[in-house]
């Protein structure tokens, strides 16, 4: 007998994973809002993490309650593999300290919760709505859902982490003080996918679900390009290539790929503007 809609949401199922940088370890995001960290090769976990906190589960546990708290879009080591991330469905982007010991065959790895940041304030205006029922005419005030994270990054220094989602929202936190450095506010819809440029530890690159690409300094939010990809259809994955030159672009409903020279960047001593080093002139 096939399994209904509810039952399939209440079974644990893996939805992204990452390798660390060394090679040895993985780590596995669940819906349930579990992240299970294996060694290469092993079939037990070594360790299971909850978004939320930094409890420790026996593996096969399930909290039906983390339903909201979901790993399903973004799961990342930094690249010299000392951090992880991983962003949840309820708005938020946990950071953990990654912890090594022994060496070789007998290292192990163990997960320390350092923060978690939110896509949005608590407290946020936009939080709240209003429901009217036109039949009693009423009016209830209530709570709208936060917004959910479509994906979240760390920069090229691991300095920061780019996160975006729901209501146009696109965030930059920065680790060491734990706090939100910038907001992006030139997107009015959804942000689907974002990427921090692979040297570069100011440029992020953010694309919306109206086909917006847009390439920014994450320090002072300034833009640096801007592209119309495919004006009906969302931007679905960003990719640049390891010298960050090349950028490439998917739109997923027509299955359109874009590519787009990246030149470097720099900025007129004078009057401060972002500058193309090709054609010398400030973008605006």
Not at 43 to 72: E, K, W, Y
Request: overall charge neutral; some cysteine.
């Amino acid at each position: 007998m096939a399994a209904t809609n509810e039952e399939r949401e209440e079974l644990c199922q893996a939805m992204v994973l990452s390798l660390h940088p060394s090679g040895k370890f993985f780590a596995v995001g669940t819906n349930h809002g579990y992240i299970l960290l294996f060694k290469l090769n092993e079939q037990h976990p070594i360790q299971v993490v909850i978004c939320n906190n930094n409890t420790l589960l026996f593996f096969g546990m399930c909290d039906h309650n983390m339903f909201s708290a979901g790993v399903r879009n973004a799961l990342k080591f930094s690249k010299d593999g000392r951090l992880m991330l991983a962003a949840s469905v309820d708005g938020s982007v946990s950071v953990w300290d990654i912890v090594l010991n022994g060496q070789d065959e007998n290292t192990t790895m163990h997960c320390l919760l350092r923060h978690r940041f939110f896509l949005e304030r608590a407290g946020h205006k936009s939080l709240e709505f209003f429901i009217t029922n036109k039949n009693v005419k009423t009016q209830a005030r209530g709570r709208a859902k936060p917004p959910k994270v479509s994906f979240a990054e760390f920069n090229a220094d691991n300095s920061h982490i780019l996160a975006c989602g729901e209501r146009g929202i696109v965030n930059v936190f920065r680790i060491s003080d734990k706090t939100l450095f910038t907001h992006f506010s030139r997107h009015s819809k959804t942000v689907t996918m974002c990427r921090t440029h692979p040297i570069d530890p100011r440029v992020g690159i953010s694309g919306d679900n109206r086909g917006r690409l847009v390439i920014w300094d994450m320090i002072d939010g300034s833009i640096i390009k801007m592209f119309s990809v495919s004006p009906i259809n969302p931007i679905t994955d960003i990719a640049m290539s390891p010298d960050g030159n090349y950028i490439g672009v998917l739109c997923g409903q027509d299955q359109q790929f874009f590519e787009y020279d990246f030149e470097p960047f720099k900025r007129d001593e004078m009057m401060r503007y972002v500058v193309d080093t090709y054609i010398l002139l400030a973008f605006f």
